[in-house]
């Protein structure tokens, strides 16, 4: 099947190791892509686990500062860092055009101005050339610009959740309104409110979470 081509990209898909002008050098100058981006800077619980290990930043403390917004993606209930209402930018952003929690700015924030493919079996990446301002940008391979170490790791549990979200998306259609109601709560709770242990890493943590949801509802996911 032909893979559908985002016109703001320039056409390629790239792999993990890839070469990529997507370099823009610490955006200096620039912070377009903090501003007026609406409820688009989705969260995922990586995100969540950073935050809270880097800034001791629970979610509940990120809500009480008026820091999240909620979101709805599939039926599923996803936080989403919400823009302030007297300048429309990134809570995060500082007067000078900086991100004042770089070390664990989330996943979305690391990606720019990549974007994620999921048409192959694999996920890949795809580079928004038109979706950025900055026209002197060099090659830096898509893992490196990311910056998550190991690359591999976080690759394989973006792909996962991606693909565990399509999986609960599909239950939740299937589901009554009450019970799919309660049941994106739940996930929400689970994956994202009750945090998690940080003397522990991350991965398990999460991998341990989705395969409860996976084992309870099994008999739907081997038909996605
Ligand atoms: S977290 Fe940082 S990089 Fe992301 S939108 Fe906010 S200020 Fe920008
Ligand atoms: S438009 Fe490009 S240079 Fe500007 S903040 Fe976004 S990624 Fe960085």
């Not at 501003?35 to 989705?42: A, L, Q």
């Not at 302030?84 to 700015?105: A, E, K, W």
Request: glycine share 8%.
């Amino acid at each position: 099947m032909e893979k559908y081509i985002n016109p703001d990209s320039d056409g390629r898909f790239y792999a993990l190791q890839d070469a990529v002008a997507a370099n823009c050098h610490d955006c200096v100058g620039c912070s377009r892509c903090c501003e007026g981006m609406g409820d688009s800077i989705v969260l995922d619980p990586y995100d969540l686990y950073q935050f809270q290990k880097s800034r001791n930043l629970t979610f509940d403390h990120l809500m009480q500062r008026d820091y999240l917004g909620l979101t709805m993606r599939d039926g599923i209930i996803l936080p989403h860092l919400k823009m302030t209402d007297n300048g429309d930018h990134c809570p995060f952003l500082t007067g000078q055009g900086r991100c004042s929690i770089h070390n664990c700015r989330p996943g979305m924030c690391r990606l720019f101005p990549l974007g994620r493919d999921f048409q192959g079996e694999d996920m890949e990446y795809i580079l928004l050339e038109n979706a950025c301002s900055n026209t002197n940008r060099t090659d830096v391979t898509v893992g490196t610009w990311i910056g998550v170490e190991p690359e591999e790791r976080y690759h394989a549990f973006v792909k996962d959740w991606h693909d565990f979200r399509r999986q609960m998306a599909k239950v939740l259609r299937s589901a009554g309104e009450e019970q799919a109601h309660e049941l994106s709560l739940r996930l929400l709770h689970n994956f994202f409110v009750s945090g998690y242990d940080l003397s522990q890493d991350f991965y398990p943590q999460y991998e341990a979470l989705a395969a409860r949801y996976r084992s309870a509802f099994a008999d739907m996911f081997s038909e996605v």
